[in-house]
């Protein structure tokens, strides 16, 4: 089935480590990437996206993730995580469907950094 | 912070009522989408809307139904609630740029 996949599910760093979570899509043709963040107790709110042009997007607070198209893969990085990191990410692609655009959420991946 | 608002935020019911979820937006977005969510899981989208009296069924089965009779309001009614239909639901809606702003989700619980 067609899907967006996350691999890393719970992921545990210290401060000043480096993160990388994995994203991969399964839809051919044009989509657009976006990667989401649900900090406690908060809202799910965007943390970066792709539409087109260069394939390295800069985000806030730091975040960046990469869209390599022959992988499939949007995957979100940050060279040196906080503590205040700690909170729910989600990959999301916008794909075709039925001659309109929809939405389509990974599992999510839970990241917990230690102080 | 995003101006979208959803009521209940908890809401414990019997099986068998009939249930409104309210969502609302006050940023005149045209596109908003109702999901559905179970704890470490995806969102599925259930239901989604691109403008007034137009709405349309996501990817996930759902015996919701949706309308949409003003651009700022999308109801999500469950007719008769089951212990299946115990979750998480988001509402969200979308700019031009199709970035999504979500409410604070309503959690549903139906014994």
């Known amino acids: 089935a067609q899907s967006v996949s996350q691999h890393n599910h719970h992921v545990i760093l210290s401060e000043a480590a480096s993160l990388e979570l994995g994203c991969n899509y399964s839809?051919?043709?044009?989509?657009?990437l976006f990667w989401y963040v649900q900090y406690p107790g908060q809202h799910l709110q965007l943390l970066l996206k792709?539409?087109?042009?260069?394939?390295l997007v800069k985000g806030i607070k730091g975040f960046e993730a990469e869209f390599i198209k022959s992988k499939f893969s949007f995957n979100l990085r940050k060279p040196s995580v906080q503590w205040s990191d700690t909170a729910e990410y989600f990959c999301?692609?916008?794909?075709?469907?039925?001659?309109?655009?929809?939405?389509?959420f990974g599992r999510g991946t839970s990241l917990i950094v230690h102080p | 912070e995003a101006d979208i608002y959803q009521t209940p935020r908890y809401l414990v019911i019997g099986t068998g009522k009939k249930i409104t979820l309210e969502c609302s937006q006050t940023?005149?977005?045209?596109?908003m989408y109702w999901y559905q969510q179970d704890p470490g899981m995806e969102l599925h989208l259930i239901h989604y809307?691109?403008?007034?009296?137009?709405?349309e069924k996501g990817d996930l089965s759902s015996e919701s139904t949706v309308s949409r009779i003003r651009t700022e309001h999308f109801p999500l009614t469950l007719e008769s609630a089951r212990p299946s239909h115990t979750s998480q639901y988001l509402c969200?809606?979308?700019?031009?740029?199709?970035?999504?702003?979500f409410g604070p989700g309503t959690r549903l619980t139906v014994l």
């Open positions: 809307s691109y403008g007034v009296n137009s709405t």
């Open positions: 999301a692609v916008k794909r075709p469907s039925g001659g309109s655009y929809i939405p389509t």
């Open positions: 839809y051919g043709g044009t989509v657009n």
């Open positions: 792709y539409f087109s042009g260069d394939p």
């Open positions: 969200a809606s979308s700019d031009v740029t199709d970035t999504q702003y």
């Open positions: 940023m005149g977005h045209d596109k």
